[in-house]
């Protein structure tokens, strides 16, 4: 499978990934138009992460992106986003001419499952999307649980959470969606008490492994710096480089 192939599945997981997050956010409302995902979350004002839109076109004009700048200040949202890739999609000028900036960039990584470093060991187990959130907000330090907020009101079954433990607590946990024949990984994370001990190994593990037994060929993944190296182990490649710009009120 080449780069390009990857590069697809990864960006149509993540807009598929946007559509939940965002319209199953309270108030949430999601429109999919012209190669744009785009949620509008008015119980959310200070998230990108819900407020965003997703580009898989490859342009985005300053009249579409104006729009949307509209019904987010209509609705009281102070920040959000557009994610678009860094590397293939020329927009970034509409981008800068609407005073929108680059606030993270992120390797955007995928692999053949088949050609994965597997070990076949998996101790990990599945879990809830409460307690995914509820990790992540330990690992991001986020005092408010705003992530276990996001994640809670999504329907199950949608999305497979997973959770590795230490000395019987949740420590290590991550997301799958299972898209066409795409496993996109999300919110990868492990409790600062718990690093080092290889359990977000153990979750990627079990994620890859329930992953093909499901019949997907292929997993993406948007990677921090830190997860990059653990990714590279298991068998990942960059294939993308994700950009989120932000304007903020």
């Not at 108030?27 to 995902?37: A, P, S, T």
């Not at 005073?99 to 955007?108: C, Y």
């Not at 050609?115 to 005092?143: F, K, M, W």
Request: with cysteine; glycine share 10%; net charge neutral.
């Amino acid at each position: 499978m080449d780069d390009g192939t990857l590069r697809e599945r990864l960006w149509q997981g993540f807009a598929r990934l946007q559509t939940l997050l965002g319209g199953e956010a309270a108030g949430g409302v999601v429109v999919e138009e012209h190669g744009v995902v785009a949620s509008f979350v008015p119980g959310a004002p200070d998230s990108p992460t819900l407020n965003a839109a997703i580009v898989v076109a490859d342009e985005l004009d300053l009249e579409r992106l104006d729009a949307m700048r509209r019904r987010w200040e209509q609705l009281g949202v102070r920040r959000w986003g557009i994610w678009t890739d860094g590397a293939k999609y020329p927009v970034t000028d509409s981008l800068r001419t609407a005073r929108m900036r680059v606030t993270s960039s992120s390797p955007g990584m995928g692999a053949e499952i088949e050609q994965l470093s597997l070990n076949g060991r998996a101790p990990a187990r599945t879990t809830d999307l409460a307690t995914v959130g509820h990790i992540n907000d330990l690992a991001y330090g986020n005092p408010d649980a705003r992530l276990e907020r996001t994640l809670s009101p999504l329907p199950p079954g949608l999305l497979h959470a997973y959770v590795a433990e230490l000395q019987g607590r949740p420590a290590s946990v991550a997301l799958a969606l299972h898209h066409e024949q795409d496993c996109g990984i999300s919110f990868v994370a492990t409790a600062p008490h718990a690093r080092r001990h290889g359990l977000a190994s153990d979750v990627m593990q079990r994620v890859a492994v329930d992953a093909r037994e499901a019949g997907m060929t292929s997993t993406t993944l948007q990677a921090t710096n830190l997860g990059e190296k653990l990714y590279l182990a298991l068998g990942y490649r960059k294939v993308s480089d994700m950009q989120l710009w932000e304007r903020r009120r």
